[in-house]
């Protein structure tokens, strides 16, 4: 948190939030748009502890709330039990990011809520969260834009609701700062790709270092790229397989979030709170919807060793397990679930 408070001061005292960390170079103090700041300002007004405390009671709250959601959306029997399963399946890969009061809790709740109102069909309630996961980190672009393309109908309220958000900053600091701060925060984000370490991060650059390969920035961005069209062409093939909307929320939303741990620069291992209630919620809907405890049993199994294995392998490799396990844990949940999806016959 005490990077949220230093951007907070810096925001309402006039300077510069985004400036450089002695670790070394393209490492910052600050990676969020200035809305976080804003957002984040009644925390810093109490004393800290109160401050620390009250902010992961709210980000576990809304993410056991988004939870809920999802579960009154896809069960219509059973849904305490299906709420359990879920939740037991998603907190042993989400306690890291709870633990560190990491804003990727947050997007993982918003997550939910997108998906949840995408399913009803609630146009203006799922860009209203789109909106405001931009405040919070502009991560979910990627989700943002497979939904956008698969559910058209989202694309108007969604630019009302983005320019609200852009626009929020000039309504607590005058023009010429916010501007600055936007194009320091472009600036920043754009030189990024050139001086990240690739090998520190659990995306498929840090399997690629840890096979012996490297990625130079181009490369790097050739791949992402090449990977998005072809999450892209999963996502609108996808859809065409159910007239279930509920169904083709989950498959977005699914897609988004497996590209996002993937490909995303920099991906941490405590990331992976994003995709974990996916997991748990494809885990809980093999085995209560579907009957295919084969399926859900591998899911389980896939978090089971994400919680266990690094901690297991630590006196050997250290960090570098969990940076190559996790994204190899993603490409396997991937590939369950695109089997399953395409080759499925029947609305079951």
Not at 285 to 310: C, E, N, T, Y
């Amino acid at each position: 948190m005490g990077t949220y408070c230093t951007a907070t001061d810096l925001f309402w005292n006039r300077a510069d939030m985004y400036q450089p960390k002695e670790v070394g170079p393209g490492d910052t103090a600050f990676v969020y748009l200035p809305q976080a700041a804003i957002l984040f300002t009644p925390f810093t007004l109490m004393p800290r502890v109160c401050g620390e405390v009250l902010f992961r009671a709210l980000m576990l709250g809304l993410l056991a709330h988004g939870i809920w959601r999802v579960t009154q959306t896809f069960f219509s029997r059973q849904r305490d039990l299906a709420f359990l399963l879920l939740s037991l399946v998603a907190m042993p890969i989400s306690l890291g990011a709870l633990r560190n009061a990491q804003a990727n809790v947050l997007l993982a709740a918003i997550s939910l809520y997108i998906m949840a109102a995408l399913a009803g069909q609630k146009y203006w309630s799922a860009a209203l969260w789109m909106g405001f996961s931009v405040v919070v980190k502009p991560l979910l672009i990627p989700l943002i834009g497979l939904a956008v393309l698969s559910f058209p109908a989202v694309l108007v309220p969604l630019l009302v609701t983005m320019s609200a958000a852009l626009a929020l900053p000039f309504l607590f600091a005058a023009p010429d700062y916010v501007i600055n701060q936007y194009a320091l925060f472009w600036q920043m984000v754009t030189g990024y790709s050139a001086t990240v370490e690739r090998w520190r991060y659990a995306d498929i650059s840090g399997v690629i270092y840890f096979l012996g390969g490297d990625l130079s920035p181009w490369l790097s961005r050739i791949l992402r790229f090449g990977a998005g069209l072809v999450f892209l062409a999963l996502a609108l093939f996808g859809i065409r397989k159910t007239k279930d909307v509920a169904r083709q929320a989950l498959w977005i939303g699914t897609l988004g979030g497996t590209y996002l741990m993937l490909f995303n620069l920099a991906t941490e291992k405590n990331s992976y709170v994003i995709i974990a209630p996916f997991l748990g919620l494809w885990a809980t809907m093999f085995f209560q919807l579907w009957k295919d405890k084969l399926r859900g049993g591998m899911i389980v199994g896939l978090v089971a060793s994400m919680a266990l294995l690094p901690t297991i392998f630590w006196s050997w490799l250290h960090n570098r397990f969990g940076i190559v396990w996790f994204p190899l844990m993603m490409i396997m949940f991937l590939g369950l679930v695109v089997q399953w999806w395409f080759c499925q016959t029947t609305e079951e």
